[in-house]
């Protein structure tokens, strides 16, 4: 008994020193949101050989992925990461304004906001379009059932919910009231509300649930990759939103591991053109403008309008329409 | 015991009084297995079915690749911290309610099946709120190089926390059961508290205390809520078996993700397979012990 | 956890002035290992929610969306608990009594929510009853749909709970007295005479205790049903989702007071559940 708990004690002991010194070797790690799963698989690869050739040197890069939201959440509560590339720049903002361990002044650091690739909102629906969905307009008429995940935990949701808000306040010419009974009468429609995108498609492709969701367009191709063009077709609406998944380095850990080089030209390598080769063969759209013309075909052309077009900034977005108490949130209280 | 009501005295049947007729025994034996196929082997065999769907090939790439080989050891090594604590603390509380008599045991006892009820979300959020960069002994741990949430102290933490009462469940009403007297006896004779303990309640004990362990050890391998919480989702480092299972499922790998989940209910086949021949073996003892 | 031997017989002769050592040393490791695993990180939850004003506190705890949460948390372990109830007290009565071929197999099984984990569970049974599913092709057309509706949180919670009743009601069928049955029948009760007035009178304190444990363990039940809950909110939003949901918003205090409402009622329960069985251990020690 008494030679257990001296075991025990030490192989807690032990545990507690080993896990800071295995990440301690040049290791990074990059804390990421649901879809970007085979990105980064496919472009941690590519970094690693990059920066074996460029400096002789052997890292490893680990990968934590979850709902964008949740993942911030980790961080800020002491995840060790070196980098993060979240859903949406609110995110990132939260890490910096309830942790300290990112400069208020992120979005400067990287160019084009600090966000590598792009994507936009699209809708997929099953073969041959039963339902004759061509538009926003059609996920609020009665008997579609639109998949979407829940914006107060989901950073694609979010995205979705403004994409819908977008082209409800261009459709009503401004007016917030009816744009707020647009969303409404669409959230009617949604029978199930995950926590994350990529639960949704689940439930969309996997499941059979809903006529259409509402994705990603990274998420959308990706889908008609696994499963197949016969099952699936994706409608590109008359306008979407632009969606700018940022990423940053997580300064003060960083630093703290010593491995602020690395972390920097892994964000930085993104930006080049086999890093914008790897975005777009994962379906996400390049921020490079002569990558982007090269692949222009592989990209349908979307009428996109910008977060800030639309509700000022993410700021004021996360108040009046995701907190506690917000319009989302009118939407199912009063029933 | 409520009394009988004795109006209806009609004249005493001469079947097998104690039993109910075949037919009735045979509709409730079929119900009860229709309910149990329902809830339980039906889950039981989707499970197996999904894993194997594409072939024993696709299976053991599934339950041999790196991320699930650092699953499995994450796993063995939180079972392997938090079942010989709990299997202390079992025997402690155990030793104190059940050979004792003091004031505020029902609330002991109440505590010690807190965590059991508790939401192993709570269970989670607890150590975050403690070992989080924002909780109390953050800001000092990350000073000291040390964590405890996103790794594996506090996986084994929140595996230990949802598992506390299981063994000392198994064991107080045991040893209530059981009595003092042996003990009392072994005091008296001379012998110390230590060797009391391990000559005389122990060998009382031991299926008890397996039975426990196993349960313990079911439990311990197979949570999820609460280890999600504190665990960071990193691949190959702090990924449980039951974390794994969600990830594969998230990455459209679902013959994965279903074969790493039989591994899981493999491992609760075993773990109910050793119950029962633990069971067999206390009843042969109860049924030797009575003979004598 | 399975077997709750709760009915305990010689309890008196544990004392005081036990000459039992060790009480000290034992209780002494019993309060530290519990304080420092379980109370003081419990007691976070509290301190936490103490950042809350009580309006505050009392705001969060009673919004529109989490009584609705509460409502279905509640509601829908309250309905399993009672179908575990019957259906558990059916299964330890046909285990005990009768024979039949593979029972043995079908006596471990019970068991088996006890060790899967509860995400695969969840994963599971949202195979199977979603509307493509085994079972759920053959549902939808009837128009009974339960994955992803209050009904698949039903589903989940029922599996969950499953062993409990049983596992606390059979040793007590074990237990009862053939003779008293032969009395009965004697004296001219029916099978279902005897069923009424004498054994289930004497399992009741049992199945109450497994009803409550199956019921306790679902109101926080978590992994296994947010896959086949649908998560609307108002509709089928369970409240550790909700607990979820506050922290994912930074909303840490919200997070703490929602976890409090139900660590407090988690609590409550549990000393109903040790006062029943007290008062059952106290009944039969005076028999």
Redo the contacts between chains.
């Keep these: 008994?008494k030679f257990?708990?001296g075991?025990?004690a030490g192989?807690?002991i032990l545990?507690?020193?080993?896990?800071?010194h295995?990440l301690a070797e040049q290791t990074i790690?990059n804390?990421s949101y649901?879809p970007t799963?085979?990105l980064y698989e496919e472009y941690n690869r590519e970094f690693i050989r990059h920066w074996q050739e460029k400096t002789g040197e052997k890292i490893t890069v680990?990968?934590?992925?979850?709902g964008s939201g949740k993942q911030a959440r980790?961080v800020?509560?002491?995840?060790?990461a070196d980098v993060v590339t979240l859903a949406l720049a609110h995110d990132i903002d939260a890490i910096s304004k309830?942790?300290g361990l990112i400069p208020a002044d992120w979005q400067q650091h990287l160019p084009n906001n600090s966000s590598p690739y792009l994507s936009t909102i699209v809708l997929l629906v099953r073969k041959d379009n039963p339902k004759g969905i061509r538009d926003w307009d059609d996920l609020i008429k009665p008997g579609v059932a639109v998949i979407t995940p829940n914006p107060k935990t989901s950073g694609g949701a979010r995205w979705n919910y403004l994409a819908a808000w977008g082209f409800a306040l261009k459709k009503y010419e401004g007016d917030e009231a009816k744009a707020q009974a647009f969303l409404t009468r669409l959230y009617r429609n949604v029978p199930i509300l995950d926590s994350?995108a990529?639960?949704s498609t689940?439930n969309f492709i996997?499941r059979g649930i809903g006529d259409v969701l509402i994705s990603w367009e990274n998420e959308a191709f990706l889908a008609l990759r696994?499963y197949g063009q016969e099952k699936f077709e994706i409608i590109i609406p008359s306008i979407s939103i632009l969606a700018e998944p940022p990423v940053t380095i997580v300064d003060k850990n960083a630093d703290?591991h010593g491995v602020r080089n690395i972390a920097r030209a892994y964000l930085e390598h993104l930006y080049s053109k086999a890093g914008q080769e790897i975005a777009v063969r994962n379906f996400y759209r390049p921020s490079d403008p002569e990558i982007a013309r090269k692949y222009a075909h592989q990209f349908p052309t979307v009428n996109l309008f910008t977060v800030n077009e639309v509700a000022g900034n993410w700021q004021l977005a996360q108040h009046i329409h995701f907190s506690d108490g917000g319009l989302f949130d009118k939407i199912y209280e009063y029933q | 015991?409520?009394?009988?009501?004795?109006s209806?005295?009609?004249?005493?049947?001469h079947k097998v009084?104690?039993q109910?007729s075949p037919q009735?025994?045979r509709i409730?034996?079929l119900?009860?297995?229709s309910?149990?196929s329902l809830?339980?082997?039906?889950?039981?065999v989707?499970?197996f079915f999904?894993a194997l769907r594409k072939g024993w090939e696709v299976y053991f790439v599934a339950i041999t690749e790196p991320d699930a080989l650092a699953a499995i050891r994450l796993t063995l090594?939180a079972a392997?911290?938090a079942i010989?604590?709990n299997?202390?603390?079992g025997i402690?509380?155990a030793?104190?309610i059940?050979?004792?008599?003091?004031r505020g045991k029902?609330i002991?006892?109440?505590?010690?099946?807190?965590?059991?009820?508790?939401?192993?979300?709570?269970a989670g959020?607890?150590?975050?709120?403690?070992?989080?960069?924002?909780?109390?002994a953050?800001p000092w741990?990350?000073e000291h190089?040390?964590?405890?949430?996103?790794?594996?102290?506090g996986i084994?933490?929140a595996t230990?926390?949802v598992t506390?009462?299981?063994i000392a469940?198994?064991l107080i009403?045991?040893m209530?059961?059981q009595?003092?007297?042996e003990?009392?006896a072994a005091?008296?004779l001379g012998a110390?508290?230590w060797q009391?303990?391990w000559y005389v309640t122990l060998p009382n004990i031991k299926w008890g205390l397996l039975?426990g362990t196993i349960?313990c050890n079911?439990?311990a391998?197979?949570?999820?809520?609460a280890v999600?919480v504190v665990s960071?989702?990193?691949?190959?480092?702090t990924n449980t078996?039951?974390?794994h299972?969600?990830?594969l499922?998230?990455?459209?790998n679902?013959v994965a993700?279903?074969a790493v989940?039989s591994l899981?209910?493999l491992?609760?086949l075993v773990?109910?397979?050793l119950?029962?021949l633990v069971e067999a073996k206390v009843a042969q003892q109860a049924s030797r012990g009575n003979h004598s | 956890?399975?077997?709750?031997?709760?009915h305990?017989?010689?309890?008196h002769?544990?004392?005081?002035h036990?000459?039992?050592?060790?009480?000290n040393?034992?209780?002494g490791?019993?309060l530290l290992?519990?304080s420092l695993?379980?109370?003081?990180?419990?007691s976070?939850?509290f301190i936490?929610t103490a950042q809350l004003t009580w309006p505050e506190f009392w705001n969060t705890v009673t919004a529109p969306r989490v009584v609705a949460s509460y409502r279905l948390t509640f509601g829908a372990s309250l309905a399993a608990a009672t179908v575990n109830a019957w259906?558990g007290l059916?299964?330890a009565?046909?285990?005990v009594r009768?024979p039949?071929p593979g029972k043995?197999l079908?006596?471990?099984?019970?068991?088996?929510?006890?060790?899967?984990?509860?995400?695969?569970?969840g994963?599971?049974?949202t195979?199977?009853y979603a509307g493509n599913g085994?079972?759920g092709q053959y549902l939808e057309p009837l128009g009974i749909r339960v994955a992803f509706t209050p009904a698949g949180v039903f589903?989940a919670l029922?599996?969950i709970g499953?062993p409990f009743v049983v596992r606390t009601v059979q040793p007590v069928l074990e237990d009862i007295e053939?003779e008293?049955?032969?009395a009965?029948?004697?004296?001219?009760?029916?099978?279902w005479?005897?069923f009424r007035?004498?054994i289930f009178?004497?399992v009741l304190p049992a199945l109450t205790t497994g009803f409550a444990l199956a019921f306790?363990?679902a109101?926080?039940?978590?992994?296994s049903v947010i896959f086949i809950a649908g998560n609307i909110p108002m509709v089928s939003e369970i409240?550790?989702l909700l607990?979820?949901t506050k922290?994912e918003q930074y909303d840490?205090a919200g997070?703490?007071a929602i976890?409090v409402v139900?660590?407090v009622i988690?609590?409550i329960?549990?000393?109903i559940?040790?006062?029943l069985q007290?008062q059952v251990r106290r009944r039969s020690t005076k028999a």
């Design positions: 008994m257990n708990t075991l025990t192989l807690l545990g507690l020193v080993c896990t800071r295995a790690l804390v649901d799963r085979e680990r990968q934590s992925h979850g980790a800020i509560d002491g995840i060790p309830q942790s994350g990529r639960g689940i996997q696994e703290k | 015991m409520t009394a009988i009501p004795l209806q005295t009609s004249p005493a049947p009084v104690t109910e009735v025994r409730l034996i119900l009860a297995l309910f149990l809830f339980l082997l039906l889950p039981l989707a499970v999904e090594i392997a911290i010989p604590l299997l202390l603390f402690a509380a030793w104190t059940a050979k004792f008599e003091f029902s002991l006892t109440s505590l010690i099946d807190l965590p059991f009820s508790v939401s192993p979300v709570v959020l607890i150590y975050v709120l403690i070992f989080g960069l924002q909780g109390w953050g741990l990350r190089d040390l964590s405890v949430i996103f790794a594996v102290p084994v933490l230990i926390f506390v009462p299981f469940r198994e009403p045991l209530q059961a009595g003092s007297e003990e009392e005091i008296i110390s508290g009391t303990l039975y349960l079911a439990r391998m197979g949570e999820f809520g999600s960071g989702h990193i691949r190959g480092l078996l039951s974390l299972v969600e990830i499922y998230n990455e459209y679902f993700a279903f989940a899981l209910a491992l609760a773990t109910l397979a119950k029962t | 956890m399975s077997n709750h031997k709760y305990s017989g010689k309890h002769s544990g004392k005081r036990s000459v039992l050592p060790g009480f040393l034992a209780l490791f019993t290992y519990l695993i379980v109370l003081i990180p419990l976070a939850a936490h259906f059916l299964v009565w046909v285990l009768y039949f043995r079908v006596d471990a099984l019970i068991d088996l929510p006890f060790a899967l984990p509860t995400s695969v569970a994963i599971t049974l195979a199977i085994w079972l589903v029922t599996f499953l053939k008293l049955e032969e009965a029948a004697m004296l001219g009760a029916t099978r005479q005897t007035y004498i009178p004497a306790a363990r109101i926080g039940e978590y992994g409240t550790p607990i979820i922290l840490y997070a703490t976890a139900m660590l988690s609590f329960l549990l000393l559940i040790n006062l007290w």
